[in-house]
Nanobody, 127 residues
């Protein structure tokens, strides 16, 4: 059974940092594109960042560009999202997602392109 488990969420102050992790089990995800999405209360799920299977290419939403870094450790089957200079508007449930192979750059931000999802981890940023 394929499972993605996020961790690292919690309460942070504006201007602070958090590092989210997503560990996969059930199969080897080394050849998978992985992404982070988030969903705030009353809003649609939105793209945050994505990374190709080798880690050589990354993508970011404009809202987090310059503040977020996505990385992966294929040996650990884990993808990370480092968030710095947190803002109250970053408050959301953060989800990791995965899909096999390559995702076209204009499609990495589309949730429907991802086959596997974690249960989410809540990030709350206080002002």
């Amino acid at each position: 059974q394929v499972q993605l488990v996020e961790s690292g969420g919690g309460l942070a102050q504006a201007g602070g940092s958090l590092r989210l992790s997503c560990t996969a089990s059930g199969r080897t995800f080394s050849r998978y594109t992985k992404g982070w999405f988030r969903q705030a209360p009353g809003k649609e799920r939105e793209f945050v960042a994505a990374i190709n299977w080798s880690g050589s290419t990354t993508y970011y939403a404009d809202s987090v560009k310059g503040r977020a870094t996505i990385s992966r450790d294929n040996a650990k089957n884990t993808v990370y999202l480092q968030m710095n200079s947190l803002k109250p508007e970053d408050t959301a449930v953060y989800y990791c997602a995965a899909r096999p192979g390559v995702v076209a750059s204009h499609l990495v931000d589309k949730p429907y392109n991802y086959d596997y999802w974690g249960q989410g981890t809540l990030v709350t940023v206080s002002s």
